[in-house]
């Protein structure tokens, strides 16, 4: 779908737990990123990479950890160290400029 | 820190009207300019896009323009239409303090077009 394929896009937690988020692409893109989305806010940056085995943080890293150990793979762990991680996810990637994003994870707390 | 400020949140049309979104950044170091629509409950689609090199660029019924002395950026949308409803995002590529650059995204506006 697109190229970029996140799953689920559904997923409910239960307060304390851990869960990861999934997103893979086909397009042969060296960067990733993880944005997390809430109504009137826009899209805010948890985490970035731009090569295999390297990344960095966004500008809302806290509470979140990645992982880049291939380049198709760039899977988020929400951790319940998020106080307030129900929200809409979306990963995105590049080569160049231009973002193609996936079609995002709806995450609730239960 | 780097920002993207976005106006108006909401807009609301009648079908064969002008719409206008206008933007401002803060990285004057900032060379990419991209627009994204996205309907409910879906992924974000690139509409149009412009680099810092040109003021204006046009896409059938959609145009964005940027001056980058004031530091700001407009998409301007004519003859709206009924499916032109949704969130649009206006985006800044701009340098973080790793070296690397990622868009900066303003908070959206939301575009109501009535029949």
């Known amino acids: 779908d697109g190229g970029i394929t996140q799953s689920p896009k559904y997923l409910f937690r239960k307060e304390g737990q851990n869960v990861t988020l999934s997103c893979e692409q086909n397009l042969n893109h060296d960067a990733m990123y993880w944005y997390r989305q809430d109504p009137g806010q826009g899209l805010r940056l948890i985490y970035y990479?731009?090569?295999?085995?390297?990344?960095q943080k966004g500008d809302i890293a806290e509470g979140y950890s990645v992982s880049r150990e291939k380049k198709e793979s760039f899977p988020l762990t929400v951790t319940s160290a998020q106080k307030n991680p129900t929200a809409f996810y979306l990963c995105?990637?590049?080569?160049?400029?231009?973002?193609?994003f996936g079609s995002g994870t709806r995450l609730t707390v239960v | 820190g780097e920002n993207v400020e976005q106006h108006p949140s909401t807009l609301s049309v009648q079908e064969g009207d002008s719409a206008v979104i206008k933007c401002t950044y803060s990285?004057?170091?900032?060379?990419?300019f991209p627009w994204y629509k996205q309907e409910l409950g879906k992924r974000p689609q690139l509409i149009i896009d412009i680099r810092s090199n040109v003021g204006e660029k046009k896409d059938q019924r959609i145009a964005v323009t940027l001056n980058k002395t004031a530091k700001h950026f407009s998409l301007h949308i004519t003859e709206t239409q009924p499916e032109d409803s949704a969130v649009y995002f206006c985006?800044?590529?701009?340098?973080?303090?790793?070296?690397?650059?990622?868009?900066?995204f303003g908070k959206g506006t939301m575009l109501l077009v009535s029949p």
């Open positions: 990479s731009q090569i295999v085995n390297d990344f």
């Open positions: 985006a800044a590529l701009l340098k973080g303090n790793s070296g690397y650059s990622t868009l900066t």
């Open positions: 995105a990637s590049t080569r160049g400029d231009g973002y193609t």
């Open positions: 990285d004057s170091a900032s060379n990419y």
